[in-house]
């Protein structure tokens, strides 16, 4: 078929083809209106490296064995802020009725890359709790790896996590993406209503 011929298909079938692409685009609004909405917050954190210079000849060497000391633990604490003993101090914390097994599974923890920082990334139903559980997560990361070190989640031991940047109020859902979906759902109206032009 030519173009001539696909716009002759068009112009004998272009209000069947309209409706159609419009109940891709109706259909893909409804589904997004029934998702559940989910909103994100980020927090982060350093790991650090206690300091014990004393002058600033020692400044230096401190400050290669901080260094040294905070990369052979990032990887370890990234583990460790997904674990169930860090989703029960949050538990704890915020009084939430949910099981650690089941809070663990809406958070992330990230390590950027060439840095001593981790991300928190928190899903949650409402921006307000997203928020909440970002921040306490940090501080029960913080209060484990003082008792992985110290064995007292109140003492800071040679290497220790602190809050960098608090979590903000998301002010949109991250979830559902509406505007994604009504593309997807405007693409696949026009696909089926291209193949019902040529039937």
Do not use: C
């Not at 949650?124 to 484990?144: F, H, L």
């Amino acid at each position: 078929m030519d173009l001539r011929e696909y716009l002759r298909v068009f112009r004998a079938h272009w209000l069947g083809m309209v409706l159609i692409a419009f109940l891709g685009v109706a259909v893909a609004f409804g589904w997004s209106l029934l998702q559940p909405k989910a909103y994100t917050a980020d927090a982060s954190a350093i790991v650090q490296a206690a300091s014990s210079s004393t002058g600033p000849s020692s400044d230096l060497s401190s400050a290669m064995l901080g260094n040294t000391l905070t990369a052979g633990r990032v990887k370890t604490y990234v583990t460790l802020g997904q674990s169930r003993a860090v989703a029960q101090g949050v538990i704890d914390r915020l009084h939430l009725t949910i099981r650690a097994e089941q809070l663990v599974t809406k958070v992330a923890v990230a390590n950027v890359v060439d840095t001593a920082n981790l991300e928190v990334t928190v899903t949650a139903s409402t921006p307000e709790m997203a928020r909440s559980i970002a921040e306490a997560w940090v501080k029960s990361m913080a209060s484990e790896v003082n008792r992985l070190e110290t064995g007292d989640p109140d003492r800071k031991g040679a290497v220790f996590l602190s809050p960098i940047d608090s979590a903000r109020l998301p002010d949109a859902p991250s979830s559902p993406n509406t505007r994604l979906a009504l593309a997807l759902g405007a693409l696949v109206g026009l696909a089926v209503a291209v193949g019902y032009g040529l039937l």
